[in-house]
């Protein structure tokens, strides 16, 4: 059974950073795209970033281009998420998923079928 578990979600002021980390396990990590989401208080659920199985190729959600960046360790079945330069619209509850066979860095949450439980990320004013 596939299991994710996020961890490195805080309290941080705007301006500020966080490294968010997601530790996987229960099939070969090495075969299957990753990908982070998040959701707001009162929004829907929306992409963040995404890399495909060997890290090579990422994708970023407009919004955060230039402040996340995404990367993942084979070797540990961990993918982290980087975030610099915080801003208050950021505070979300942030997911990391696993993506179905044969799909890359995609950004559609259809192509998940596996996800974690979240981690609080709030950035204050």
């Known amino acids: 059974q596939v299991q994710l578990v996020e961890s490195g979600g805080g309290l941080v002021q705007a301006g500020g950073s966080l490294r968010l980390s997601c530790a996987a396990s229960g099939r070969s990590f090495s075969t299957y795209a990753m990908g982070w989401f998040r959701r707001a208080p009162g929004k829907e659920r929306e992409f963040v970033a995404a890399v495909s199985v060997t890290g090579s190729s990422t994708n970023y959600a407009d919004s955060v281009k230039g402040r996340f960046i995404i990367s993942r360790d084979n070797g540990k079945s961990t993918v982290h998420l980087q975030m610099d330069s915080l801003k208050p619209e950021d505070t979300a509850v942030y997911y990391c998923?696993?993506?179905?066979?044969?799909?890359?860095?995609?950004?559609?949450?259809?192509?998940?079928?596996?996800w974690g439980q979240g981690t609080q990320v709030t950035v204050s004013s």
């Open positions: 998923a696993q993506a179905r066979s044969r799909y890359g860095a995609t950004s559609n949450a259809r192509n998940y079928d596996y």
